[in-house]
Nanobody, 122 residues
Framework: QVQLVESGGGVVQPGGSLRLSCTAS????????MGWFRQAPGEQRKLVAT???????RYADSVKGRFTISRDNARRTVWLQMNSLTPEDTAVYYC????????????????WGQGTQVTVSS
């Protein structure tokens, strides 16, 4: 079993900052990509930022210059530093990891965290 645990969400005023954290644990042999997605009410889940050894770092156009993704492979942790937040950034943020588990015969699988709410409001 693989678990992703997120933290760092909350309520912040426009222009403020938050830092999200996500740590993977469990029966993990290797992790390729890790990243963040978000889902606002009534909308589909969308990519925010991802990072991997093979594809580098990607950001949604809407967050470029404001959000920064970083990662510590040894700690199996990915962070999302969010600056200059606007009400349009309000959503549930989900951590994602592309994991090869230690189970014999396993394949690369996308795992998701439970989500953390980010609300930007005055």
């Amino acid at each position: 079993q693989v678990q992703l645990v997120e933290s760092g969400g909350g309520v912040v005023q426009p222009g403020g900052s938050l830092r999200l954290s996500c740590t993977a644990s469990g029966s993990i042999f290797s992790i390729n990509g890790m990243g963040w997605f978000r889902q606002a009410p009534g909308e589909q889940r969308k990519l925010v930022a991802t990072t991997s050894g093979s594809d580098g770092t990607r950001y949604a156009d809407s967050v470029k210059g404001r959000f920064t993704i970083s990662r510590d492979n040894a700690r199996r942790t990915v962070w999302l530093q969010m600056n200059s937040l606007t009400p349009e950034d309000t959503a549930v943020y989900y951590c994602m990891a592309d994991v090869l588990s230690q189970t014999e015969g396993s394949t690369w699988t996308y795992y998701w965290g439970q989500g953390t709410q980010v609300t930007v409001s005055s």
